[in-house]
Structures are given as C-alpha cells and as structure tokens.
C-alpha cells in the first residue's frame, strides 16, 4: 500500500485533487474539506479516518474497509458501485449522498436523523442501525440481509 497520508486540517474545495486508482491504509482525511473536485475512483481505502469532515466527493467503484465518518457532513458523496466493509457512520450527516449499486457490510448508522440518501440496488448485510430515523426515504431494489434496527424510527419511507 501507499504512504500514510495526512491532509488533516485542509481545506481541498476548488482544488482537482485525484486519489483514483490508490491503495490506501490509515490516512487522515479528518476535519477537511473537500468538494466534488476531489476522486477516489476505484481506490482501496482501509483505515482512512474522515470524522469531523466536509465530503462532497466521488467514491464511484471503491473498496473501503474499516473508515470512520463520525461527525462528517456528507454533501453529495458518491459511492455509486462501491464496497463498504465495517464502515462507522457516526452522527453523520448525508445530504444528497449517493449508495446506488453499493454493498455495504457490517456497517454502523449511529444517530442518524432525517438523512437525504440516495439507496437504489444497495445491498446491507450484517449492518447495525441505532438510533436512526429514516424519514420520507425510498429504498429501491435494496436487501436487508441480518441487519438489525435498535431505537430506530421509520417513517413515510418506502422499502
């Protein structure tokens, strides 16, 4: 795998920043923020630490194993094609984020309230959900396979 990378602290928005096509382990993206000018097309992240962050970023096709989103505002992420393996969401907020075709397993949704999430053809094994509300949601075409929902609200969504 590549170096250790750390952008913690940076500010990326406006800049072509392309971490397509890397093999990643541990970076520090936390407290950044990055725009939709920002790619990890096809890239292998394990450990990669995004808490506190501002994501507008494409994630299209990437493995990502064991990466840490608490606190992040996901701002049209996109994880379109992507597998996502023991990933925290904790108190994140997704505004226009993209699942489509993404696997994601034994991953954490913790505090979650009135997410804005595109899920079409996701598919959700062994993932935790507490304390979520999912609110005016459409899951299309998307399987639950052992997931467990704890304190959780759903409400006008379609599954």
């Given at each position: 795998?590549d170096?250790?990378?750390?952008?913690a602290?940076?500010?990326?928005?406006?800049?072509?920043?392309?971490?397509s096509?890397i093999?990643?382990?541990?970076?520090d993206?936390s407290?950044?923020s990055?725009?939709?000018?920002?790619?990890?097309?096809n890239s292998?992240?394990e450990g990669?630490?995004?808490?506190?962050?501002?994501?507008d970023?494409d994630?299209?096709?990437c493995?990502?194993n064991?990466a840490?989103?608490?606190?992040?505002?996901?701002?049209?992420a996109?994880f379109?094609?992507?597998?996502?393996v023991?990933?925290s969401?904790?108190?994140?907020?997704?505004?226009?984020?993209d699942?489509?075709n993404?696997?994601?397993?034994?991953c954490?949704f913790?505090?979650?309230?009135?997410?804005?999430?595109?899920f079409?053809?996701?598919?959700?094994?062994?993932?935790?959900?507490?304390d979520v509300?999912?609110?005016?949601i459409?899951f299309?075409n998307?399987k639950f396979?052992?997931c467990?929902?704890?304190?959780?609200?759903i409400v006008?969504t379609?599954?």
């Amino acid at each position: 795998m590549d170096n250790y990378m750390n952008f913690a602290n940076q500010n990326l928005n406006g800049k072509d920043v392309d971490f397509s096509n890397i093999q990643e382990y541990g970076a520090d993206f936390s407290n950044v923020s990055m725009g939709d000018n920002v790619k990890f097309i096809n890239s292998e992240l394990e450990g990669v630490n995004f808490a506190d962050s501002c994501v507008d970023a494409d994630f299209t096709n990437c493995k990502i194993n064991g990466a840490g989103f608490s606190n992040a505002r996901l701002w049209k992420a996109n994880f379109t094609d992507s597998k996502l393996v023991d990933v925290s969401f904790n108190k994140t907020y997704f505004s226009n984020a993209d699942f489509t075709n993404a696997t994601l397993t034994r991953c954490t949704f913790y505090e979650i309230y009135e997410p804005n999430i595109v899920f079409t053809n996701t598919i959700f094994k062994d993932c935790m959900f507490d304390d979520v509300m999912f609110d005016d949601i459409k899951f299309d075409n998307c399987k639950f396979d052992n997931c467990k929902f704890k304190n959780s609200t759903i409400v006008l969504t379609t599954i």
